[in-house]
């Protein structure tokens, strides 16, 4: 088990070196100079040139993806472009807010799934079933960024209950609680569709096998059934789909920060490509792959914590 | 103590299971015996109230003389575990792959029988033993891949008993399990049943572990019971030609290489394909002209025994003259 591990964590390593390289590449083929940005049209060619030699970019590119790396492994992402502050500070005054997001969102993500996708399964083939296929159908149907506007418009400015958007920060808990309701709802509720059939699905896959027969012999009701049994035998799928489904959180975040007016990443990834600030924007899509690797690293690790028989199988 | 009377099982296409009456009283080991398709395990599954949905029950079944037919899923729920128990075909799939065995028997004991955590892993520790599982202590912790085929049935019937059940049903127990194995788990199930005054149905179609196992037997075919009585007289002497049938095919080693093992030919007709009269008819060497035709009453061949059998009919008849 250890060697898979082991095993899992070089592989984890190595996707992310290579992410590095090719965000690094990519940002460094892109059109648009630095100093043109930073010092404005009118400047003349000698200013920005002896700009471009104090930010280093008159280096080799091998030297500045080093000279990146290593200043990103101690937590410096270099200077703001547009900001002239360190991206490090940019990025950390905004991730608490883009965090509880996509944990939330995660979370609510989850759970509705579960209890959808356990109920369908649980009514297989009657109108309860029909009910919540069809519901779920519709959600996936639904982009996230329409649901949003649909609503902003029923809970905000109609009905006047939650905040259209905006973030007064954490001094307020029950204010800030408040503008992430819709947030979170207009991400889970088209991510939990998509989970909910794979729920039921599986589920359904397991209420066939003996041992659910067993569990029922034994006198235990349906529900103690459903959750203790059938539910953890049908985790293995589940999670594959979580962890590719938190790439989708990731980016639907950049999304609904841009229709919520949340000051979070998403919002800064935006702002800095529209201010062609390379540098933060270079930092950001490292870190939300970073994000994305991980959480495939930690869906790896959670197939040998579900089921003792990958333990050994997996070595 | 259970008591079935003129229970009958319908699905949309027709009966699957005609007529069943049946008795196992504590400490009683009752057989049941037929091929595949003769509706043993439905039987099985109705005492359970298991019967799967689109099927209707008629008839009575009384477990500790409260009646059980049409009663609903809570009231079954409540007798599953504590008065009749069962255990299954297949140990390798029967298991919950996810927990450790020791978890899976505490279960019961905690959710119906209220014991703490210490005290249910010290009771199932006890089952284990009694289960004759080798090496108790270390198998509690392991999951279900990690055992044999038999560790892993008698875990079963460790967790079948955990609850301290009146019946322990047992659907075709050693099926999937090799010669040896099978034969020590008949022993084991004789053994706990005397110990614990607890009734046994036994149900197979091997008749070399009915034979071993019980002291009454049921012979089903097509749904209907074609004969009943004394396991050791009923297969001394079967009176019925579907009994007569499945006896002559069992391999023995003297008459190995000196003859074909005989065979019923054919198999089960599915229930809406099955003869309106005799349900062997069509199968059946002796038959005469009104075996398809019309159905065969019972004939009682000793105390407590009968067959049915239109053979049988005749030859009373012809007695009585």
Redesign the interface.
């Known amino acids: 088990m250890s060697y898979f591990i082991a095993r899992r964590l070089a592989g984890f390593l190595l996707t992310l070196w290579a992410v590095s390289v090719v965000v690094f590449a990519v940002m460094n083929v892109l059109p648009g100079d630095p100093a043109l940005t930073i010092l404005g049209i009118d400047s003349t060619e000698e200013a920005r040139a002896a700009l471009r030699a104090r930010l280093g970019l008159d280096q080799p590119v091998i030297l500045r993806y080093l000279d990146w790396v290593a200043g990103a492994l101690r937590g410096d992402f270099g200077e703001s472009y547009s900001f002239g502050v360190p991206v490090s500070g940019l990025i950390a005054e905004r991730l608490p807010l883009t965090f509880s997001l996509a944990l939330s969102g995660m979370v609510v993500t989850v759970l509705l799934a579960l209890v959808l996708g356990i109920t369908a399964a649980a009514r297989h083939g009657r109108p309860g079933d029909w009910g919540i296929m069809l519901l779920s159908q519709m959600g996936i149907a639904i982009p996230a960024f329409w649901l949003s506007m649909l609503l902003v418009l029923l809970f905000a400015v109609k009905l006047r209950w939650l905040p259209p958007g905006g973030f007064p920060g954490w001094g307020d808990p029950v204010a800030a609680l408040r503008s992430l309701v819709l947030p979170t709802a207009a991400l889970a509720l088209v991510q939990s569709a998509v989970l909910a059939r794979v729920t039921r699905s599986a589920a359904l896959e397991v209420m066939r ?3 659910v ?10 529900r ?1 059934v459903l959750w203790r ?1 059938v539910l ?2 049908a985790l293995v799928p589940i999670v594959t789909i979580v962890g590719l489904q938190f790439a989708g959180l990731v980016t639907g975040t950049i999304v609904i920060e841009n229709v919520f007016y949340l000051p979070g990443l998403g919002r800064l990834l935006f702002q800095s490509i529209a201010n062609r600030d390379l540098i933060t924007v270079q930092a950001l899509v490292m870190l939300f792959a970073a994000l994305v690797v991980t959480a495939n690293f930690l869906v790896d690790i959670a197939y040998v914590v ?4 990958l333990r050994e199988a997996r070595g | 103590m259970i008591e079935v009377e003129g229970l009958s099982i319908t699905s949309a296409a027709g009966p699957i299971l005609r007529d069943v009456g049946l008795h196992v009283a504590p400490g009683e080991r009752l057989g049941v015996v037929g091929e595949s398709g003769s509706g043993k395990t439905l039987l099985a599954m109705s005492l359970m109230g298991m019967v799967p949905d689109g099927l209707s029950v008629t008839g009575s079944i009384r477990i500790d003389g409260a009646e059980m037919c049409g009663a609903d899923e809570s009231a079954w729920r409540r007798l599953r575990a504590r008065r009749m128990a069962m255990i299954f075909q297949e140990p390798m799939s029967a298991l919950n792959p996810l927990r450790r065995v020791g978890d899976t028997v505490a279960e019961p004991l905690i959710r119906h029988l209220g014991l703490a955590p210490r005290a249910a892993r010290d009771k199932a520790l006890a089952l284990f033993d009694e289960t004759g599982i080798l090496d108790p202590e270390r198998r509690l912790s392991q999951y279900p891949h990690q055992l044999s085929g038999g560790q892993r049935q008698r875990v079963l019937i460790a967790l079948a008993l955990a609850c301290d059940p009146e019946l322990l049903i047992a659907d075709e127990p050693t099926t999937a399990l090799d010669a040896n194995v099978a034969l020590r788990i008949t022993r084991l199930l004789v053994r706990l049943a005397e110990e614990r005054r607890m009734g046994l149905l036994f149900i197979s179609h091997d008749l070399a572990a009915v034979s071993r196992t019980t002291e009454r037997l049921m012979v089903m075919y097509g749904g209907d019971v074609v004969e009943t009585g004394a396991t050791a007289e009923v297969l001394r002497a079967p009176a019925h030609p579907y009994t007569a049938g499945l006896l002559s095919a069992r391999p023995s080693l003297a008459a190995h290489g000196k003859r074909r093992l005989p065979t019923i030919p054919g198999s089960v007709p599915p229930p809406q394909e099955l003869p309106r009269g005799c349900r062997f008819s069509g199968r059946c060497g002796q038959e005469i002209a009104r075996c398809a035709a019309e159905m065969p009453q019972p004939v009682t061949t000793a105390p407590d025994s009968w067959a049915a059998c239109h053979l049988l009919q005749a030859r009373a008849k012809g007695a009585g003259a």
Request: aromatic content about 10%; cysteine-free.
């Open positions: 096998l003996d041992f027969r067993t569990a029922r012999a034994t006198g235990f009701g349906s103690h049994h953890p035998n579900i089921d003792p028989r």
